[in-house]
């Protein structure tokens, strides 16, 4: 599922300055989550890191409209991020 973000945001900037896929934006009342940017941190974390870093609990929720799984979002994390390698793939090569 994508990430949407609720009314509860404070517009703090955390968020933003945080998404590895710069995938939120300052929206006309509060930031807004690009559907199409956003990996849910697919490929660079462990935990979405806009959620990790939000000061309000339940400011960022999952969108129950827009499915998508791990592997959609792997690919979308492999084409916004073409030079480096997903951490799940580094996790795996260090066990090799």
Not at 3 to 25: H, K, M, Q, W
Request: proline share 7%; with cysteine.
């Amino acid at each position: 599922m994508a990430l949407r973000i609720t009314d509860d945001c404070l517009n703090c900037f955390a968020c933003i300055s945080d998404c590895p896929s710069e995938a939120i934006s300052e929206g006309d009342v509060i930031h807004v989550i690009d559907p199409d940017r956003c990996t849910e941190c697919v490929g660079s974390h462990d935990k979405p890191s806009c959620i990790e870093v939000c000061p309000v609990e339940e400011a960022i929720e999952w969108d129950p409209e827009r499915v998508e799984t791990a592997d959609m979002l792997l690919d979308r994390w492999k084409t916004l991020h073409p030079h480096e390698i997903p951490e799940l793939f580094d996790q795996e090569e260090k066990s090799a």
